[in-house]
Every structure is written in structure tokens, then in C-alpha cells.
């Protein structure tokens, strides 16, 4: 599957900057931006080589046919949490467990695909979980000038694809210094806007600090 990966990354991103600040050990956060239903896919080509023993699990709402797409794909080289929308907070649960045991969870804060040039509102989900796991939060940047959905634009897309994304990788966030603090309200919209901060830099989107945070761990 090594192979395979390697052969995903050389097809679908023509450029990736920053490879070195995803930890080698341990567990952690990947946070990114959601321009294209590739996005997973593309995370997936980069950490798989270099996960080792660690899972890769992605967080995920099924409600579209794109959803159920990856979930099942996905599912055979990575694992997906999908967010229940009667008990949101379950996810965040889940993938506290299993960032405890080490492994590495993927989540997109702004939710849904979006086409937007800016940033959509982050939700504090990601926020929770680095702090209750306390684990670092690894901000990637995507970026695509396609938006791939009708199917017949999605068979042409894969079969030859015209465009391919530009990912950049920052320095791990760590949020040692709230490791003492309740969680409260307040800490989790300052700490996600941080996370959505550094996304914007990389994916070269512009981010408002002023737009109010959505307060929960649904990533739809």
C-alpha cells in the first residue's frame, strides 16, 4: 500500500512543503482545510508511508454520496469516526481514545466541502480534543482550483486530472500551557481560532478572527 500511496501523492499534488513537522512518534492532530472531496484522500497518500504502527482514523458526517464514498474506501487503509448527530460529543470521545493509545486523527474544522474564498467558522471540536488528549495539532493548507462533484466531471477528473493540489504542512500547535485550565467555553473558541489562524496561512485564505466560532464537534 506504500506504493500505492506514493503513486496517489505523485498524481493528485504537484506540490508538498512541509513533511518534517509531521511527528514521527506518537499521536497527534491533522487539521485542514475542505476544498474537495480528494482532500482525505490526498491526507491519506501523506501519512500513510510514514504512520507505522499507528491508525490514521478521519472524522466524518455520512450524509452525502461523496461521504459514504471515502468512509468505504477509506475504511480498508485507514479508519473513519463518523459523528452522530443525535450525541456530537461521542466522536470527540472516540478519537480522544484514540489519540491516547498513539494514533493519529484527521479532522477538517470548517466542516463541510466549501468553495468559499475564505475560511468557513471553525467549530470547537478539534479544540476539545487537543486539549483533553493533550496532543499537539499539525494546521495543513490545501490548495485546488477544482471543485469536482457531478459525477461525470468526477470520472473525467480521475481518469486525467487537469488540476492538482498544493499542501503545505506547519509546525505543530502545542497547547501545553492550557493543560491546567477548565475547558471552557472562552479556552476552546481561542484555541480554535489559533488552529483556523495557522489553516488560513498555509491555504492562503484569508481568515476573519472577528466571526463568531460554531460550538461543536460536528465536522459534518
Not at 512541509?18 to 487539521?31: D, K, M, S, V, Y
Not at 472531496?37 to 461523496?66: A, E
Not at 491516547?100 to 475560511?119: K, Q
Request: a positive charge.
Amino acid at each position: 500500500m506504500e506504493g500505492y500511496a506514493r503513486h496517489l501523492r505523485h498524481k493528485y499534488i504537484s506540490r508538498l512543503t512541509g513533511t518534517e513537522n509531521l511527528p514521527r512518534t506518537g499521536a497527534f492532530i491533522l487539521a485542514f482545510n475542505h476544498d474537495s472531496f480528494m482532500d482525505p484522500f490526498c491526507i491519506w497518500s501523506i501519512c500513510y508511508p510514514d504512520s507505522g504502527s499507528r491508525g490514521l482514523f478521519f472524522i466524518s458526517q455520512v450524509h452525502t454520496i461523496w461521504d459514504v464514498l471515502i468512509n468505504v474506501l477509506l475504511k480498508r487503509y485507514a479508519g473513519t469516526l463518523a459523528v452522530d448527530k443525535k450525541s456530537k460529543g461521542l466522536v470527540v470521545e472516540q478519537a480522544v481514545t484514540k489519540l491516547a493509545r498513539g494514533d493519529i486523527v484527521a479532522i477538517t474544522p470548517e466542516g463541510i466541502i466549501t468553495r468559499s474564498t475564505t475560511l468557513r467558522k471553525g467549530k470547537t471540536g478539534t479544540a476539545r480534543m487537543a486539549l483533553l488528549a493533550r496532543a499537539c495539532v499539525v494546521p495543513v493548507g490545501i490548495q485546488t482550483d477544482y471543485y469536482v462533484w457531478h459525477v461525470q466531471h468526477l470520472i473525467k477528473w480521475l481518469i486525467r486530472p487537469k488540476n492538482k493540489a498544493v499542501i503545505a504542512i506547519g509546525n505543530a500547535l502545542r497547547f501545553d500551557h492550557h493543560y491546567g485550565e477548565p475547558i471552557s467555553e472562552r479556552l476552546l473558541v481561542e484555541v480554535t481560532a489559533d488552529i483556523i489562524q495557522e489553516i488560513g496561512k498555509l491555504c492562503g485564505k484569508e481568515y476573519n478572527p472577528e466571526k463568531e466560532v460554531t460550538k461543536c464537534a460536528d465536522t459534518e
